[in-house]
C-alpha cells in the first residue's frame, strides 16, 4: 500500500480549491482508471479562520464527478463515512456492490449517493481528494476492464 498526502485544509487555501485548473489536472493525472474518488476537507471543527467555503469543495467535487465531505480528524466528524464511500467504490469497481445503492454517508456534494457520471457512481473512474489534506484516492487492484493486477499494484494514495 502506497500514500501519498498533499493539499490544504478548509483553514488554507489550496491549489486544490483555488486554482480552475489544477484540481482537475493533478487528479486526473495521478489517478489510474477504476479508481473511486472523494474529496475530503479536513479541520471542519474549526469555525475561525476558514478559507474553503463548502461551495468550493462542492464544485470541485462536481467537476471532477466525485463526493465531497467535510471532516474533522480531531473530533471524528464523517471520517467514518468518507472511507466507507471510498470502500463502496471499490466494491462497486470489484463488482462486490451494485452500483447507485444508497451512499455510506451524507456528502456535502449535491451529487450524493453513488450515482455520479464518471465518480464513484460507477465505480470505474474515481480518485479522492482531501481538504486538510486534500485528496485520497484508493485503488481497487483491478485494471480497466476489469482484469485482475498484480498484487504490488495495489495501492492506497492519500494527496
Ligand atoms: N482542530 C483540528 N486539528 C487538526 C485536524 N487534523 C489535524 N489537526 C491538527 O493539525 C496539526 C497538524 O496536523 P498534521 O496534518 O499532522 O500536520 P501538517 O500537515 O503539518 O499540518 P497542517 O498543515 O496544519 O495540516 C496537528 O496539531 C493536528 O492535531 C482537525 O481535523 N481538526
Known amino acids: 500500500m502506497e500514500v501519498k498526502e498533499d493539499a490544504a485544509s478548509l483553514t488554507l487555501s489550496s491549489p486544490y480549491t483555488t486554482s480552475p485548473t489544477t484540481p482537475?489536472?493533478?487528479?486526473?493525472?495521478?489517478?489510474?482508471?477504476?479508481?473511486p474518488v472523494v474529496i475530503?476537507?479536513?479541520?471542519?471543527?474549526?469555525?475561525?479562520?476558514?478559507?474553503?467555503?463548502?461551495e468550493e469543495g462542492q464544485r470541485l467535487a462536481q467537476r471532477l464527478g466525485c463526493e465531497f465531505y467535510e471532516a474533522s480528524a480531531k473530533t471524528g466528524y464523517n471520517v467514518d463515512q468518507a472511507f466507507k464511500t471510498v470502500v463502496r467504490g471499490i466494491r462497486v469497481a470489484k463488482g462486490l456492490t451494485p452500483a447507485g445503492g444508497s451512499g455510506a454517508g451524507t456528502p456535502m456534494s449535491p451529487n450524493s449517493g453513488m450515482s455520479t457520471p464518471g465518480g464513484i457512481g460507477n465505480g470505474m473512474n474515481g480518485s479522492a481528494a482531501m481538504g486538510n489534506h486534500g485528496a485520497g484516492a484508493v485503488?481497487?487492484?483491478?485494471?480497466?476492464?476489469?482484469?485482475?493486477?498484480?498484487?504490488?499494484h495495489k495501492r492506497c494514495t492519500i494527496l
Do not use: C, F, W
Open 139 to 152: 485503488g481497487n487492484g483491478y485494471a480497466a476492464g476489469g482484469k485482475k493486477r498484480e498484487k504490488r
Open 40 to 54: 475530503i476537507g479536513n479541520k471542519r471543527d474549526i469555525q475561525h479562520g476558514r478559507e474553503v467555503m463548502p
Open 24 to 35: 482537475s489536472s493533478s487528479i486526473s493525472t495521478m489517478r489510474p482508471p477504476a479508481l
